[in-house]
């Protein structure tokens, strides 16, 4: 870390802000050049805040030169690590999945009719959400345990591994025998439920806030990880932008420039990113052309009727498409 | 509600719209116009997913006429809500409230001598952080249950009612006897959370989040008072733009036009808004003259030495020549 | 285009709009709902202010049903254009060009070498900035009208049609010999050009702005193609947004989605997109995959000495694998 | 500057870079860490590209210590300048204008009238609109030469110096007898006028554009001194965000942000940053006592018949009351 102090400081203040650094166990190297100081911190600065060095009278400017994460810097760690999800279905490392289901649990049928046409297409895993979080209390709260229920015979009756988002801490329970655990945008930066599933030993699929910098989104997995847990996959899912054309913009540049930053596996969501049914495959085909490790589809079967997730859905038959042109792209796909 | 159909829709699909719409008890008003056909949906509305109509296939677009907001909003409820925060401190309804303290609770010495010196000056409220969301893991994450335990002390110490920052559900026990609950700009969209909120008998005071839109922070609002709780303090904290000069981009337009949308009393955050000490009292002032109900402003007893939140903090001294400025200003502010 | 009024609308008012509307030629259609009545607007409503009647007093909102454009509408003219450069070389409707060559233009020998290393690598058009918008008046302005000759030599030297960026009416008279005539990002919205271009029989390469979004890039285009000039080829070259980790953020869903809007050919800079080398073939093979008419590549002789324009610049060794790679994605991306 | 170099730089590179430098007449002083080495450069680096450098393989980051603006810089002028209209008529160092006006000239008696209505009411400048940039090609595009005419008798009619836009550099010739010349958001980069307008013997308005951070603001603004023109007064008119409740989001910290980096004089536009009639009233009062030197506002003599810019308009009895609030706040105003 550098930090550049404005001319003339104010004695005491540098004194002050030495010794705090000094404590914290950095070494110092001053640098005086013509009209202004340098220092530059020697050690771990993780933990060190740089906006409120940032923010002290006597301090022009503060740059970072280590990235603030450690456990899922590609740095420390050079090589992509495999999440596996159960033995035979792994993420990351050249084993690409694809995530697919409906927006909500509706029923039994529904969610055992999904999980097969999915599979069939050749999804790997299967999602659906039991608990969902929406910006109106008088909206579809989801089917919550009996929720999760029904996802747990749809992993029954199809084999395939089940996603599903957590929204609280005290749920978790619920989540024993699911296979990976989903923390939804608006759950990035709930630290307390970052915190718990650090000491939980099960995948986490962590997708970036709608307004989250990839630098926060690393630190939002380095949470988990510092807890312990090292199975965590990204998910880049659009972005908050001035742009209402779509729901969100999809920042597929996120794909690769993660891929320099971390070694965890990155998947894309094109159907929460783009919130347009007809944009999914594009993106889909676009995000394994980036090297995405995977993707996130929702898939509903009847989607002109079930209006309760129907706009970013695609059929079972559009999804099997979809499937083909990203197989028929996979191996022509930017490998790093 | 608005919903402009396509060219020539299906008719299959029209016909399961229709019937999903009457289903949940709205009426229909077709209008045929000369390249399209518009309905309009008569009844309640607020729980009709939006994004969800737009989404069909048969659909060109749709239009909220209503808000989706009931309880919060000012057309049903033309009067000013006045929060008692404690029997003779009220927020609201031209009582006006000055929130400060510091970002972080360190040490019994400072969080009693902060709270001595802000009431001095004016305040009516103190702050102080015990739960700290931090973004990085290694960072200090407040000193927790014994942090509440010393802002405790310094309610009884000074007097003062006290606001403090909950981060998870479980953590409720400790607020008993907490005067106001915070809800942070990261879990304002924390629906578990907040739903838990609308059960208890205390004022909340609910940050806008850090990319959400008026409305969004207004549905929240609806969250906690849909659950019976009234007493909801909204707070306007600076928004996330492409601007890196500051930290956020102070939002203060928010204040007028949010209280032409709900009845709710509305503070402003210049601390944390600007992330830059010196511009705490212009944007004070400013937020005051715009007609916002109370402020909240970050005071440190030595922002020099204690690095733990001095980016935006004030000394009391400078506290209290804010004070000033707000005193003066607060007869020629906006009053709508 | 549709008109919610208020409740109890001032009747005089209401008069004086609907006076308004019909003496722009347009038909009225009123329907009273329950709580709010609804003016369908019926006509050509693309000369039509919508800012300007929602801010009247009794105008509740207002939704626009038509697109507010029509040259480019995609609706109006279903097939895609083909834009001829130069006999034998036409982008759109299935042809794919690559535009590739230096930032700027720096030297005769610089200028003639970059342009026969990219056409032995496969580009179909060269490119060069003579004229240079900079954000500091103390930076590299460009070689101006010295920097056309060299481009028009390189274009003699090489077969190659080249593609050059305009700042100002007055330079017109110099591209004469030019074959596409750039529009920047910061001229997007510059009107008195549109309209200039809009007479001249030239295509043109319009960048989206920084900030604007898909229907105003669109807005744009009509004003060059209402002046009679059809020949307009869009390139997305990302948004200004919040993050940081990349110069801007790259929009690749606005490949698919112009595709439903407009009828013209699209073409993605990755160059100044990301800001970044590394990224640069990642999004080129994304874009492709996307459906892209084309790319848009910066390429230098000799990037890590030449610095003047060197941020996003690939070498032409670098060049020619980024043309291997989309060469290979080509026969597998999205056709729409 | 500062550029922090990756490990073990490529020695080559490194003296490719060092001697780039040297030729910019630029010392250098390095400073070898533990895992980095740092080089400060020492000398004048307003015209070294930071892009650039930092996108060498080489390079880890780049950190500007000094800021690129020179003329415009407040260090290198502590006190406010203070721009001269006409004799008597001063803005900027204690001197407080607003600047009304209706958005489009319409017909002699419109701008005649409302000259008269706002000079009474305490404008002391009449600012309206000749050339109109639109989004649209079918909408009014002003009544040009002729509007320029008209404003030119509502000045000798009222006594008021009059501000108008300017569109393009051909078009300069006819700005010979307006006082200040406006250069609007969408071409505060239009480099090329920028030039043009640091040869005018006039003062410049120029406004911050939408999506344009306070430095390249301040770029813009050091364009036109760098050509020897030094009366330019800034323009904050609001930044576009996600948020889409008001037509831009008013950055009112921008104003005393910018006074500690220039000492240009800065005006607020509640008009056009909101878009809403409304809301001018209160942000026109809190920009007041945030510190601005004067305001811009859109007045009409008759909001609801003249549809043409009615958006965010006010009637003059409206901007009558504006004005006594406004100078109501002046006294307890923000000073710095």
């Not at 690769?256 to 049914?277: C, E, F, R």
Request: hydrophobic share 40%; proline share 5%.
């Amino acid at each position: 870390m550098i930090v550049v102090l404005k001319d003339n400081p104010d004695q005491k203040q540098l004194e002050n802000l030495v010794a705090w650094l000094k404590s914290m166990g950095l070494g110092i190297h001053m640098s005086e050049g013509q009209s202004s100081t340098i220092m530059g911190l020697i050690g771990d600065t993780s933990s060190v805040d740089m906006d409120l060095i940032n923010a002290l009278d006597i301090v022009e400017t503060v740059k970072r030169v280590q990235e603030p994460y450690k456990n899922v810097n590609r740095k420390f760690h050079p090589e992509d690590t495999v999440v596996e999800i159960v033995p035979g279905v792994s993420i990351g490392g050249g084993n690409f999945q694809v995530i697919a289901g409906p927006c909500s649990v509706e029923s039994e049928e529904q969610v055992c009719e999904v999980a097969e046409e999915v599979k069939k297409a050749g999804a790997g895993l299967y999602r659906g959400g039991a608990f969902k979080p929406r910006t109106s209390p008088y909206a579809f709260q989801g089917m919550r345990d009996e929720g999760i229920k029904l996802l747990l015979e749809a992993k029954e009756h199809s084999g395939l591994p089940i996603v599903t988002e957590v929204m609280d801490i005290s749920h978790l329970p619920l989540f024993e025998n699911v296979d990976v655990i989903q923390v939804g945008a608006r759950n990035m930066q709930n630290f307390e439920l970052l915190k718990e599933l650090g000491h939980i030993d099960k995948p986490i699929l962590l997708k970036r806030g709608l307004s989250s910098t990839l630098q926060e989104l690393l630190m939002s997995a380095e949470y988990i990880m510092a807890g312990g847990n090292e199975r965590i996959i990204l998910c880049e899912r659009g972005i908050r932008t001035f742009e209402t054309a779509t729901r969100n913009t999809l920042d597929l540049a996120a794909v690769p420039l993660l891929k320099t930053m971390t070694h965890l596996p990155i998947v894309v969501d094109p159907s929460h990113a783009t919130g347009i049914a007809h944009l999914v495959k594009p993106m889909a085909i676009a995000a394994t052309a980036a090297g995405a490790d995977g993707l996130m589809i929702e898939v509903h079967n009847n989607p002109a009727a079930a209006l309760c997730d129907g706009a970013q859905s695609l059929t079972p038959t559009a999804f099997a498409d979809v499937m083909k042109c990203v197989d028929a792209v996979r191996p022509v796909a930017y490998k790093g």
